[in-house]
């Protein structure tokens, strides 16, 4: 690769894909390999790219869209659901929004452990979504809680 790229190949590579007719998603996924597919909203492509994960893939479902939740039980991948209600395994709570600091602040909730997360300069309780989908892939890639919430406190939104 080195001929082509003047750089090294990453070791994680992380794409959106969206699709907007039946049959994008198959044509995409036959060259493109997936290990961790993320629904965070539902169409008909999400329903397709649903069925192109494995066994060995994980589904990572926002169990705060019902749409999207009920997908749990037809995907063939191991799933992890998030979001802010109490059915999600990777959750948010106690979301606190302080004078003291400019951002939102929130306890990360999985599999019983719970660590503080600060998310600078960030207001809107709709971006904790993005920070528990980095999470919910930080531990399926072999991350600690601890890791995770240390790693968030350096998100930031692009400039407008």
Not at 41 to 57: C, D, G, M, R, Y
Not at 94 to 119: A, Q, W
Request: charged share 25%.
């Amino acid at each position: 690769f080195l001929l082509i790229f003047p750089f090294e190949y990453p070791e994680i590579l992380i794409l959106e894909m969206s699709t907007n007719r039946p049959g994008d998603m198959k044509y995409l996924t036959d060259f493109i390999k997936v290990d961790i597919g993320i629904i965070t909203e539902i169409s008909a492509s999400q329903i397709e790219f649903s069925k192109t994960l494995n066994e060995k893939s994980l589904a990572i479902l926002n169990a705060d869209n019902e749409y999207v939740a009920k997908m749990k039980n037809h995907v063939k991948a191991r799933v992890m659901t998030l979001g802010f209600s109490e059915e999600a395994e990777m959750k948010s709570t106690d979301i606190y929004s302080g004078e003291e600091f400019e951002g939102l602040s929130f306890k990360l909730n999985y599999k019983g452990s719970s660590v503080p997360v600060r998310l600078n300069n960030i207001s809107e309780k709709s971006q904790i979504y993005p920070a528990l989908t980095a999470a919910a892939v930080g531990v399926e890639l072999g991350l600690n809680l601890v890791e995770i919430s240390e790693a968030l406190g350096f998100l930031s939104l692009p400039e407008e």
